[in-house]
């Protein structure tokens, strides 16, 4: 049974940093897509960046050159590295596992505030 966890979230303040993991269990995922999504109260969910087995990344235009996205394919573990943040980063991030179907990992809050 796949399964995604999520940790690292939390409170900061604006211009703050945090880092996200994602550890996924149940398989071998070093050639599958893993990312991050995220949606806040009323607005639809989001792509935020997501890396592909070969490590190709695509960033959502609102992050780049803010976060950063990489993987530990040892550790079936995804990160996401987020610097400069700003209070519209406000959100519940959830960690995606891409294949034959899609996997969600239960959402961990970002809460950029002063």
């Known amino acids: 049974q796949v399964q995604l966890v999520e940790s690292g979230g939390g409170l900061v303040q604006p211009g703050g940093s945090l880092r996200l993991s994602c550890v996924a269990s149940?398989?071998?995922?070093?050639?599958?897509?893993m990312g991050w999504y995220r949606q806040a109260p009323g607005k639809e969910r989001e792509l935020v960046a997501f890396?592909?087995?070969?490590?190709?990344?695509v960033y959502a235009d609102s992050v780049k050159g803010r976060f950063t996205i990489s993987r530990d394919k040892a550790k079936n573990t995804v990160y996401l590295q987020m610097n400069s943040l700003k209070p519209e980063d406000t959100s519940v991030y959830l960690c995606?596992?891409?294949?034959?179907?899609?996997?969600w990992g239960q959402g961990t809050q970002v809460t950029v505030s002063s």
């Open positions: 995606m596992l891409g294949g034959p179907r899609i996997y």
């Open positions: 149940g398989g071998i995922f070093s050639n599958n897509v």
């Open positions: 890396i592909a087995g070969v490590g190709t990344t």
